[in-house]
Structure formats: C-alpha cells, structure tokens
C-alpha cells in the first residue's frame, strides 16, 4: 500500500453569508413585535446607539420614542392572568408528561369568564388521547383555584363550588335552579321538604359564590394588529406608506462617536469603532425594510388593479415568483417581506399572504381563478339552490365549469366546508 501526498487546485463557488447581510435578512423576517423587541435589544447592549428624542416626521404628532420603549415594559410587568395562574399550579403538579400537556390545552381554551369551552371529540384528536384521559385532565382542572375554574355551565360551577352533595345548597342548584331564580320559596320547600326560612338562607348562601371564577383576574388581552403598510386614498390617488410609528427610532450616540477622536488607547478606539460599525448596520437595515416593504407593495397593487375597489374578491391568481420578478429582488426576499405582515387598506386591514394565491385554471382561457372568486361562486350557487333538493358537490363542479373554474368535486366538498355549508343530505329542508 502506497501513501502520496499531493498539492492541487480547485475552483468553486460558495456563497458565505456576513454577520450584516444575516442581520439584514432577519431584520426583513421579523414581524412588527419581533422587531420592536429586536431594537430595543441592541440599544441595550450597544452603546453607540440610542432612542431620539424628537419624534420622526413619518412618526405620529405627540409620538415619544422613549414612552414607546417604556410602554413596551411596563406591557410586561402586569398583573398575573387567569392562564399565568393555572399555569403555575400545573407546574407544581406530580403527573405524567401526557396529562400536563393534556391540562395546558384546557387552560387554552378557557375564555375570559373562567368556563372551559371545548369540543370533546377535537380535543380528543388533538391530543391522542382517549375519553376516560381527558374526563381525568378535566377533573385535575377543575380541582385547582380559583374555585369553580373549568367550569362548562354556570349549573357546574356552582357545583364545583359547593362541593358537598350532601348539602341543601348543592340539590337546588343540581336540580331546581330554575325554580330558585324564579324565587318559587314555597315549592321548593314543599319538594325538598325543608322551611321556606331554610330556602331563603340557602339562597344567601348560593348567591355568595362567583358565577364567573375569572373575574379577579386579569383577562386576556385584546390582540392588536399594527399594521407594516398603510394605503390611504389621496387626491392623487393611493398613497403608500410604511408604518414605523410602532417601532423604536434609533440614531447613533454622537458623544460615543467623539471617542474615536480622542486619545484613548488603540482597545478603546477599536471597541468604539466596531460598535459604531453595528449600529450602522442596524439603521442601514432598518432602512433597507422600509424601502423593500415599499417596493414590493407598489409591485402588489400594480398586480391587483381592483383589489382596492372590489376586495379580495376580485383578487387574480399571484405568487411570490411574479411579485419577485416585477420587483427585481429573489422569490425568498419577498417571502421574508410578507410573512407575518399586515397592510392596512381603506377596505380593512390584511395579511399580506392573503393576496397571495396560485390560483385555478380555467377551462376556455388561460386565465387564472383565484380562490376568493371560486368560493363567492360556490356560495352563490348554494344560496340560490332550492331547499328541498340542493345540489350535490358533484353538480356544484359541473356548473362551475360553466363559469370556466375546472376543479374536482373533492375540491368544492373542501371550498364548501372552509364556507361553512354542510353537505346536500344535511342542507336538505322539507
């Protein structure tokens, strides 16, 4: 066996990205809330930077930047939520994994009065578990505090409430509550047997306890979507602007910057220089968003001439490919620009990925259906059927085809569901 050793040559493309350009890219991704969290990070750790004190001209009259950030923490330092509360208990529970996960999907779908609303069978196939599992996870729930918490009727958390089924108070909410609200004293007391005096202090009793487990906590907040891009209708027609009143306006620190005039040492000097490179970074991609979430509006609105006039109705069939060559910029910058952003039209405000759509061929031209089309045709067709005999999904395509939208019956049964409409047995009236 014969060892060699040998120089040689070779010629290859890679592609390396830098610390800026990674930066850049995440900068595009993030939405507005990572964003926001994004620069108040790096005004944190990097002293070249800081908030300006007076508001941008793109900025809202009266807008502070410093309140922004001050705002964003004292969101974060609040009182504990019915959620938090739970979560807590949980957590200090000796149960197995399946069971804690099953109990943390409880507590996501209690609303703000403290009652569990829930769809067995859903959770059921959500969780992979069976019946007697998630009938013990609901047990476990309604056995933590506050009193009542999990509840499915006002009747049940009562119940949970009283506890004692023993007592006076647990069989007029069992079983005659109706008559307690109705204050029928005399035939409860003739039912249970018991003095009307006995009724009249069970009441006090039953009255004593909360209807709704939640109402000493904090409920879940509204969930407020800021818009990236805002259209206003003008004189001159629509106007495009990208909001940045939700973001923290950062400049550099001009009195970090005179240490690279001084006489520092060269460790200074080379810390301050590198912070100063950072932080135009930062303020060179946050320029770069705006002006990419720019472009690729302009390009979308030039591919949708009646989105502004008629809704997402009139929506024809685009994708990320056709807004990435009108704009000259790669399929993957316009995905990151629209993922998780929203734009803010006089019709409402949007998704951006909600004007995106492949689309459906038609059957005499080359033009494009876009779902939006397909399913107001669907729903049209089933308003108009008669009650007594409404059509099948199977009829549904054939007179779609009349309209030029070619697509399977499965197709319709899946467009007819996302509507709303139960199949042509179930919608039959006599």
Not at 42 to 66: C, F, M
Not at 255 to 274: C, G, I, P, Q, W
Request: hydrophobic share 35%; with cysteine.
């Amino acid at each position: 066996m014969h060892l060699h050793v040998n120089l040689s040559q070779k010629q290859q493309q890679t592609l390396s990205l830098t610390p800026s350009l990674r930066q850049s890219i995440s900068i595009l991704q993030f939405s507005s809330a990572e964003l926001n969290e994004y620069i108040l990070d790096q005004i944190q750790t990097n002293p070249a930077l800081q908030l300006e004190v007076a508001p941008s001209k793109e900025r809202e009259p009266g807008w502070s930047n410093v309140s922004a950030a001050s705002t964003t923490y004292d969101w974060m330092v609040s009182e504990e939520s019915l959620t938090e509360h739970l979560d807590h208990q949980i957590s200090l529970l000796s149960i197995t994994p399946d069971l804690r996960a099953a109990l943390h999907y409880l507590v996501g779908n209690i609303d703000d009065k403290g009652y569990l609303v829930l769809d067995s069978i859903h959770a059921m196939t959500a969780l992979c578990i069976e019946d007697n599992h998630l009938n013990e996870a609901i047990t476990i729930l309604q056995s933590l505090d506050p009193p009542g918490v999990g509840a499915r009727s006002l009747r049940e958390c009562l119940l949970l409430q009283i506890k004692s089924p023993n007592s006076l108070a647990y069989k007029i909410v069992d079983e005659h509550l109706g008559l307690l609200a109705e204050r029928e004293y005399e035939l409860l007391s003739t039912i249970l047997g018991v003095e009307s005096s006995d009724i009249y202090e069970t009441e006090l009793q039953i009255k004593s306890l909360h209807p709704y487990p939640a109402m000493n906590f904090k409920t879940k907040p509204t969930p407020y979507i800021a818009a990236d891009v805002i259209l206003k209708q003008t004189d001159s027609g629509i106007s495009i602007i990208v909001n940045q009143t939700h973001l923290p306006a950062v400049q550099l620190d001009s009195s970090f910057s005179a240490m690279l005039h001084t006489d520092s040492s060269n460790e200074v000097k080379r810390y301050a220089k590198d912070s100063m490179y950072k932080a135009n970074q930062l303020i060179r991609g946050l320029e770069q968003r705006q002006q990419t979430l720019y472009n690729i509006t302009k390009e979308i609105l030039a591919f949708q001439p009646d989105f502004l006039k008629e809704g997402t109705i009139s929506l024809k069939s685009m994708t990320l490919k056709n807004i990435a060559i009108a704009a000259n910029v790669h399929e993957s910058t316009v995905s990151r620009a629209t993922s998780n952003k929203y734009i803010q039209t006089p019709l409402g405000v949007f998704a951006f990925k909600q004007l995106f759509s492949k689309g459906v061929s038609g059957t005499s031209t080359d033009a494009y259906h876009s779902v939006y089309k397909i399913k107001k045709e669907i729903k049209e067709i089933i308003d108009k059927e008669r009650k007594s005999s409404p059509l099948s999904d199977q009829k549904i395509a054939t007179l779609l085809q009349k309209h030029s939208i070619a697509i399977s019956r499965r197709t319709v049964a899946k467009y007819r569901m996302e509507l709303g409409f139960e199949d042509s047995r179930n919608r039959k009236k006599k």
